[in-house]
């Protein structure tokens, strides 16, 4: 992180509270060949059917053939599509991983990268942050329409997954941000309530870990602790009323808000950094695993930056966050043990032994340092 810099992302326009139909056409009325990137369980949505009206005659290509933690394959297979097709513009509907698959494709477009050696090598270090967007812009670039919480559509970064050795990578360029965003909530509608809620901790998850920074400052302070009191009114409103849309539109501003934070240069620590090992060593969801490790990371972190989580562990109604925290995603109805994902005790060292020493589990507000304090936060969450 680069001290006493705040960095905007390259991003022109969030659209927040109307519907895709009304929004999209406003965001590809300049493009002239419109790729669509989704999942293969959105592809015959009423959401993606909406989109491809928007569209029309423009509609150059489509890939429906995104995976979680967005694989290094799927990801060339997109940008081979891109090329091919000579697309000037990208519409990717769905979650995270389709989200930050095509932000990576676009990245291997404009860089010419065709194999998956290259790709891996172009990953860029978890602690590096974006230079300038000075300049034209490439193309193509994207418009995101989330299905999910993640907030991946307002990061300049991306994670993408080599599976064959089981390890996630960042992909990092100013220009990866989306032009606009487009936060419909009637587009979560169909996504699993697991999936919308587990999302939600991933949302969390980005405003828990800035806040309880040993480096806070006031803007990051300011999102951070909003976007905490908005999910904590309103995941749960989602789980009661799953027709709301007033409070999934909340659930998002809140996620949008989550991520500003990291803007200011407030970076997060080890429960994100433990959920990139277990996303790619076991395939657990990016929402699971903030389920998994944010309780478990509070609890360990607690001697260092007890004072902080106090006021986290009040807006859950607890007296100290990591049981809060575990509480309140119990009551969502989702996992809180590794147990519960199918991973035992015994297979604790191995995967605490695929840390690399990089961020953010090395920007951790208590200093993690070596595999054995890893270690130690695993079995708090075994």
Not at 72 to 89: G, H, K, M, P
Request: net charge neutral; charged share 20%.
């Amino acid at each position: 992180m680069t001290p006493h810099l705040h960095q905007w992302p390259a991003q022109g326009r969030v659209h927040h509270g109307i519907p895709l139909a009304e929004a999209l056409p406003r965001e590809i009325r300049d493009a002239s060949r419109i790729a669509l990137v989704t999942t293969r369980s959105l592809a015959g949505s009423t959401l993606v059917a909406a989109a491809r009206t928007a569209i029309g005659d423009r509609l150059a290509a489509s890939f429906a053939a995104m995976r979680a933690h967005s694989p290094v394959e799927d990801v060339l297979a997109l940008a081979a599509l891109l090329r091919e097709q000579e697309a000037d513009r990208v519409v990717a509907i769905g979650g995270g991983s389709v989200i930050d698959g095509a932000k990576v494709a676009c990245l291997a477009t404009w860089r010419g990268i065709a194999d998956a050696g290259t790709l891996v090598a172009a990953a860029a270090s978890r602690g590096a942050q974006p230079d300038n967007w000075d300049g034209a812009p490439p193309a193509p670039r994207i418009v995101a329409v989330p299905t999910t919480l993640s907030a991946a559509e307002f990061a300049p970064h991306a994670g993408y997954t080599d599976l064959a050795a089981g390890r996630k990578h960042r992909a990092l360029d100013p220009w990866m941000v989306p032009r606009a965003v487009i936060l419909d909530p009637a587009a979560t509608l169909e996504t699993p309530a697991p999936l919308f809620l587990s999302s939600g901790i991933r949302a969390l998850d980005h405003a828990a870990e800035r806040w309880c920074s040993t480096a806070p400052l006031p803007f990051s302070d300011a999102v951070s602790r909003q976007a905490m009191l908005m999910l904590a009114e309103n995941l749960p409103r989602v789980q009661r009323h799953p027709a709301d849309l007033a409070a999934r539109a909340a659930c998002q501003q809140a996620a949008w808000l989550s991520v500003m934070g990291g803007w200011s240069g407030v970076p997060v620590g080890a429960s994100h950094g433990i959920g990139y090992i277990l996303g790619a060593a076991r395939g657990v969801p990016h929402g699971i695993t903030s389920c998994l490790m944010l309780h478990a990371v509070m609890r360990w972190n607690a001697p260092v930056n007890e004072h902080r989580q106090r006021a986290i562990a009040h807006i859950f109604g607890g007296e100290e966050a990591g049981p809060a925290i575990e509480a309140f995603v119990r009551g969502l109805g989702l996992p809180t043990r590794l147990s519960e994902q199918g991973i035992a005790e015994a297979e604790i060292p191995g995967l605490a032994a695929r840390w690399t020493g990089d961020a953010p589990i090395a920007t951790n507000p208590r200093p993690v340092r070596d595999a054995s304090d890893l270690e130690a936060i695993l079995r708090l969450a075994a």
